[in-house]
């Protein structure tokens, strides 16, 4: 998931989204010459090049691309316990940014491509999350 990590491997790429996350917030980053959104965080921007990056924070609510249910722990130090579903989201405001993301508070068969979903944030064991509900 976007927001399983512990504090030892974090990447540092990643930083500024864990600090949106620690402030209720979901930031990508976003190159300053092309203004374009990308998502998963890097040194360059993928459709320009260009080094200079800013983390813009997003408003919601997301929509949901696809998901999936997870049956299976594949480690059972996850803080989330199956069944639970995974989505790919999508936000008006980040043109090309897909994240992956937990949803809760849904039944499999209330789950539709294009719902609207938004941000519940907050900390296992002291590091930032975010899960969706419907909006």
């Not at 790429?13 to 976003?30: C, M, V």
């Not at 049956?71 to 980040?94: G, I, N, S, T």
């Not at 039944?107 to 975010?130: K, N, W």
Request: with cysteine.
């Amino acid at each position: 998931m976007a927001d399983a990590h512990t504090q030892n491997n974090l990447d540092p790429l990643y930083q500024p989204y864990y600090e949106g996350l620690s402030a209720s917030q979901i930031r990508f980053p976003r190159c300053s010459a092309c203004m374009r959104f990308h998502w998963y965080p890097l040194p360059r921007c993928p459709h320009c090049r260009h080094a200079k990056i800013d983390w813009v924070s997003v408003n919601g609510p997301a929509t949901v691309f696809t998901w999936t249910i997870v049956q299976h722990a594949f480690d059972k130090a996850f803080y989330l316990k199956p069944p639970y579903v995974v989505a790919l989201l999508e936000f008006d405001d980040a043109p090309s940014v897909r994240l992956v993301a937990n949803l809760d508070g849904l039944a499999e068969q209330e789950l539709r491509i294009g719902m609207s979903v938004r941000p519940i944030f907050s900390s296992v064991d002291g590091h930032p999350r975010v899960i969706f509900k419907p909006a």
